[in-house]
């Protein structure tokens, strides 16, 4: 199905900024919510944040405030930009697709298509 893309992640140091990116072209103009999650080592996969098509987004409790999840005008592109990184935020991170009428949002069973993952260290 539909390739779903990330690109960004990196090495930073606590306190720092990264911007992820997840090329998304084949969900524009579509019902389909576009979602972050990520895995830590030994931990599993949760959700950090969601854009509807409409573009209405929901974040989880430790994204509020330090997290936003964006489409460009085009929603082509996806985007999680990251401030005042913390170790704990060090994890693989995935983009993942689901229809706008699945019934949950914050489950990773929720989805139906993932992107391979982008690795995100934060030094301390």
């Known amino acids: 199905q539909a390739p779903l893309v990330e690109s960004g992640g990196g090495s930073v140091e606590t306190g720092g900024s990264l911007r992820l990116s997840c090329s998304a072209s084949?969900?524009?103009?579509?019902?389909?919510?576009l979602g972050w999650f990520r895995e830590a080592p030994g931990k599993q996969r949760e959700a950090v944040a969601v854009?509807?098509?409409?573009?209405?987004?929901e974040y989880t409790d430790f994204a509020k405030g330090r997290f936003a999840i964006s489409r460009d005008s085009a929603q082509t592109q996806l985007y999680l930009q990251m401030n005042s990184l913390k170790p704990e935020d060090t994890a693989m991170y995935y983009c993942?697709?689901?229809?706008?009428?699945?019934?949950?949002?914050?489950?990773?069973?929720?989805?139906?298509?993932w992107g391979q993952g982008t690795q995100v260290t934060v030094s301390s």
């Open positions: 993942a697709a689901r229809s706008d009428f699945a019934l949950g949002t914050w489950d990773t069973y929720d989805y139906d298509y």
């Open positions: 084949r969900y524009a103009g579509t019902r389909y919510s």
């Open positions: 854009i509807d098509s409409d573009g209405t987004t």
